[in-house]
């Protein structure tokens, strides 16, 4: 069992307050940037920092360049020395007569042994560590002098190997500078960099991990609502119920991640949860006006007529009582109104509203010292080593099968294609089909070099009929997605269609420079299509000539697998920024790589009982 950190002073407690840790791991793991050598070099080391004892023998000055003659009484030998850009400080020190240790590069050159940048050392045979922290170098030394011992770093949980590497690290000794200056760090300190930065990680997250009481549990059986559905449910829609049956009947408010790919019946899931809550009242907050009124319709369509359902959006009347709806579904418009009490909070794909706005969403849960249960709901499926990760503060649901097996065909197409796409297009309108164009920009770049919409759409409403165009800080965006669904051939627009209104006669999503976008995100945009079972095509247009991540893209449509892809290209990309947002950039673990790693620290949390 690890101890509670007890530092020296109070003046300890503010620098560790400024360093933004809590630890002395975390203090450990602030490792030097570098090292300074003054330990005598014995023989010349060629293009490496060397120490040495000379005496200056002769100085001529250029504009450009202080050049020194030197005896170096190390190696009883003459050699040249050069101090470029020399300051006043250089020439008042460097006298002939002058005797002194210094430090510089040797290098080989006009036949002799030269010294570059030649520094004066105050002091000899030691090594100084170099820190690049929000204190000086002087008070992390102090402080690392003071703490990072190797019995306080086992009492942390480390072994007693690990703990002597992270010791190392801050007090070297030549050995192992040499073979840091030569190679970098040894495999086995890596290591243990990898696995201390997992594991302290791991252990900031264990104490954020605080449970509530729920405020009621919620017993309401949902299976008359599940029979009466036209449609058998996916086996992971069904273990996915069941877990959320099983969190509802807990005294703790649960708090639990639901993931699938787009088309997976995220949306029923959502209603069965509506159900076992009832007659306790349920909250939905969902990104879009376009995602708030389709699920709204699939709430009316399939809930029994005695559950009342509301929706909120930027127009809706505010004369509305929210206090007489069981189930009430809305836009970030939800947080202008006064809402009354709820058992359960929903969100769909949180990731997408700002840092405030998830705070609020937050407090809409707190219920005094008890907490409403908490679901959140997402298409952007996470890698198993991040989930792993925070299965200690969220629990996870997956929901992998679709209800229908989408059949999308994937190109990576260039200018020289151009022909074949065109003809493509009227083929899949001729059937009545239709087809969406995302462009990376609305106005012309300088920097991109690819068509904007501005540039684009013309191309478009010359050559097809029924043309919609829309981006993301258009007024009319929600009304002309509404349009484009029921009376459009070709919607021209950005990623604002990333997630949103279901597109059911959609087959084709052409992405221009898809090199720009992160594989959550293509992933995300190529789901658009082939929503109800129709042959669906993405064309992905780029000036590349070959990109291993988009021939990796196009060979799969598994969410799962492209979670693991973006981690690989992106260490996480955008697949991952929101989810959790832990802030945290790790320098030394690899989410893509390290997943035995992850292992070993999690199981040696569970056994140091953290």
Request: a positive charge; hydrophobic letters at 40%.
């Amino acid at each position: 069992m690890k101890r509670s950190l007890q530092l020296q002073s109070e003046e300890d407690q503010k620098k560790f307050d400024k360093l933004r840790i809590d630890s002395i791991l975390g203090l450990a793991l602030l490792i030097p940037k570098s090292y300074d050598n003054s330990f005598i070099t014995q023989t010349p080391q060629l293009n490496q920092k060397n120490c040495i004892e000379v005496e200056v023998q002769h100085v001529s000055k250029t504009p450009k360049a202080l050049s020194l003659d030197l005896f170096c009484i190390t190696w009883n030998e003459k050699i040249k020395g050069v101090i470029f850009r020399p300051s006043f400080y250089h020439t008042k020190i460097f006298k002939p007569g002058s005797l002194m240790h210094v430090r510089g590069k040797i290098v080989w050159g006009m036949g002799k042994i030269q010294i570059q940048q030649p520094q004066v050392l105050k002091a000899i045979n030691t090594i100084t560590s170099k820190y690049k922290t929000a204190l000086s170098n002087e008070a992390m030394r102090t402080l690392v002098k003071k703490y990072v011992t190797k019995e306080a770093l086992i009492s942390e949980g480390m072994s007693d190997k690990d703990a002597t590497n992270l010791w190392r690290l801050h007090h070297p000794d030549l050995d192992f500078l040499y073979e840091f200056e030569k190679n970098g760090y040894p495999h086995d300190i890596k290591e243990t960099l990898k696995y201390a930065e997992i594991y302290h990680y791991l252990d900031a997250l264990s104490k954020k991990n605080i449970t509530y009481l729920a405020k009621n549990r919620l017993e309401h059986d949902a299976e008359p609502f599940i029979a009466t559905l036209p449609f058998d449910l996916t086996p992971g829609q069904r273990a996915c119920i069941d877990a959320i049956k099983q969190d509802f009947q807990s005294s703790k408010a649960a708090k639990r991640l639901i993931m699938g790919d787009v088309g997976c019946g995220k949306t029923i899931v959502m209603l069965a949860a509506v159900m076992m809550a009832y007659p306790k009242r349920t909250i939905l907050m969902v990104p879009t006006t376009v995602l708030a009124n389709q699920i709204y319709e699939e709430a009316i369509k399939f809930l029994p007529s005695n559950v009342t359902v509301a929706k909120v959006v930027q127009q809706s009347s505010k004369e509305i009582d929210l206090e007489t709806f069981d189930f009430i579904i809305g836009t970030h418009a939800l947080l202008f109104r006064k809402l009354p009490e709820t058992d359960l909070v929903m969100v769909d794909e949180q990731h997408r509203f700002g840092t405030n706005q998830r705070a609020t969403i937050s407090n809409i849960a707190k219920v005094g010292n008890t907490r409403a249960h908490f679901l959140q709901f997402s298409a952007t499926p996470i890698p198993r080593t991040l989930s792993m990760m925070h299965a200690s503060v969220i629990d996870f649901s997956y929901i992998k099968e679709l209800p229908f097996k989408k059949d999308i065909e994937t190109h990576i197409i260039g200018k020289s294609k151009f022909p074949q796409l065109i003809g493509h297009l009227k083929d899949e309108i001729a059937k009545g089909h239709q087809a969406i164009i995302v462009y990376p920009l609305v106005e012309e770049s300088e920097v991109i070099d690819y068509q904007s919409i501005e540039e684009g759409r013309g191309y478009w409403e010359k050559n097809f009929e029924h043309v919609f165009v829309t981006y993301g800080k258009d007024k009319n965006k929600e009304e002309t997605l509404q349009r484009f669904r029921d009376e459009g051939n070709i919607l021209v627009s950005t990623t604002v269609i990333e997630v949103g209104i279901s597109l059911p006669k959609l087959t084709t999503i052409v992405l221009v420079a898809p090199e720009r976008l992160g594989l959550a995100s293509l992933h995300q945009l190529r789901g658009r299509v082939s929503r109800n079972g129709l042959k669906g095509y993405c064309y992905l247009y780029t000036n590349l000539e070959k990109s291993d991540r988009l021939s990796q893209f196009a060979k799969t449509t598994n969410g799962f697998e492209i979670a693991e892809l973006d981690l690989q290209y992106r260490a996480g990309g955008d697949m991952l920024r929101g989810i959790f947002q832990s802030g945290n950039n790790f320098v030394w673990f690899d989410m893509a790589e390290d997943h035995e790693i992850l292992k070993k620290a999690k199981a040696a949390m569970e056994y140091n009982g953290a």
